[in-house]
């Protein structure tokens, strides 16, 4: 498995949490397989989960951060991006950590995306605590033999059936707490994050791959917190709860930002490797 550097991603096995699926659609072809399906956190070498710093240079730590995700496709096209082609000495991770989400242009959610052959796909739904240094394995996967390019993600509202800590999302999207700082101005602050229901924004769409799956194949999922929040301004915060922290309501700046973050190109990413 071929991790950047600057992240750490632990595939370890909590338990499976089961997984969910139906019929490929029929005429596809290729042998039927079962794969492996984890997901991980990525993180800056030093820090602790759910720390890093914004392209708006404020220095976030997260107390709190959890987020309901799921369904998850494996598609045999790639992504629109992977025609662009990676700048001279930049690999797929560094193209993907510089993009700024705040560019209307790199939201995963709102191109057009013709994935063609589904290989592979887990219909159930998680409340994926992003903090979580070990990760969460989901168990197998159907699908079937050949090669697969790109991911569909689904950002849907928990279910009642969702697995993990569902409370943990006070019925959101995704729920946070955390505390920003710049030049002295400390901002504890909270809130989630709601997703209407329109087009495709519940969906990111052409998350890169590249794996010929078959058994025993784990695809890692890592989530990138440092994108939801990389262009908040967290000093337009306003109002507070009775906790003393500054509430990210549907209107301001920052919910803006981790509308477009948690729906950017740079928001996951995905690793994998041979379990055999």
């Not at 242009?105 to 240094?133: C, I, N, R, S, T």
């Not at 700082?181 to 924004?201: A, C, M, N, R, Y």
Request: hydrophobic share 40%; proline share 7%.
């Amino acid at each position: 498995m071929n991790l950047d550097a600057r992240f750490a991603f632990a595939l370890l096995a909590l338990g499976s949490l089961g997984s969910a699926g139906c019929d490929l659609p029929s005429g596809t072809g290729g042998r039927a397989i079962e794969f492996e399906m984890r997901f991980g956190t990525a993180w800056r070498p030093g820090l602790p989960p759910g720390s890093f710093e914004t392209s708006t240079g404020w220095r976030v730590e997260l107390g709190e951060a959890t987020v309901a995700i799921g369904p998850v496709y494996v598609h045999e096209n790639p992504p629109p991006l992977a025609g662009l082609g990676a700048p001279r000495g930049k690999g797929l991770s560094d193209m993907l950590w510089d993009v700024l989400v705040s560019d209307a242009h790199a939201h995963a959610g709102d191109q057009h995306f013709d994935g063609g052959e589904v290989k592979g796909e887990w219909l159930g739904q998680l409340a994926f605590d992003v903090l979580d240094p070990g990760g969460v394995y989901i168990g197998p996967v159907p699908g079937t033999e050949g090669r697969a390019r790109s991911l569909s993600i689904r950002l849907d509202p928990p279910r009642a059936s969702i697995g993990g800590d569902g409370g943990a999302l006070r019925g959101h999207h995704a729920y946070v707490v955390g505390v920003a700082e710049k030049d002295g101005l400390v901002v504890p602050f909270e809130g989630g994050l709601d997703i209407e229901e329109e087009g495709t924004k519940r969906s990111v769409d052409g998350v890169p791959l590249d794996v010929s799956l078959g058994d025993g194949i784990v695809v890692g999922i890592v989530i990138h917190p440092s994108a939801w929040f990389d262009g908040a301004h967290f000093d337009r915060l306003t109002e507070k709860n009775a906790a003393g922290r500054f509430v990210i309501t549907p209107e301001s700046q920052v919910r803006t930002a981790w509308f477009l973050g948690a729906r950017g190109f740079s928001a996951f990413s995905a690793e994998t490797r041979d379990a055999r």
